[in-house]
């Protein structure tokens, strides 16, 4: 939590990737959080994987964190796409349309 992370750990080869990076202090994240639970339940196509951009102890969301800083984190929830062969689809702002389709 709040630790710079390597996205590359994380992909699964032959799916979407969806990273979330998120915070328990950030209620729009609150509220998606449920909705990207029942994506990454319901599709085998897709992966969402949770990055919680705070660090333990810290309250309220932690702009200064590692992750926060490696990703020039400004505004959250933040997401970025990956296709299956592994490749950058969207990010930020881009990427919420993609998210939203795969919601719906």
């Known amino acids: 939590m709040g630790a710079e ?3 590359a750990d994380y992909m699964v ?3 979407t990737m969806v990273f979330d990076f998120t915070s328990d202090y950030c209620p729009p994240c609150r ?3 449920p909705k990207l639970d029942k994506l990454h339940a319901a599709r085998a ?3 969402v994987v949770k990055v919680d951009i705070n660090r333990p102890g ?3 969301i932690d702009w200064k964190s590692p992750v926060a800083v490696q990703y020039g984190m400004r ?3 933040h997401f970025k796409v ?3 062969d592994g490749k950058l689809v969207a990010e930020g702002k881009a990427a919420w349309p993609l998210v939203q ?3 719906n």
């Open 75 to 77: 505004s959250i929830p």
């Open 45 to 47: 196509d897709v992966a």
């Open 82 to 84: 990956y296709g299956p």
């Open 31 to 33: 509220v998606i959080a």
């Open 5 to 7: 992370v390597a996205i």
């Open 13 to 15: 080869a032959g799916k």
């Open 58 to 60: 810290v309250k309220g």
């Open 101 to 103: 389709k795969m919601l």
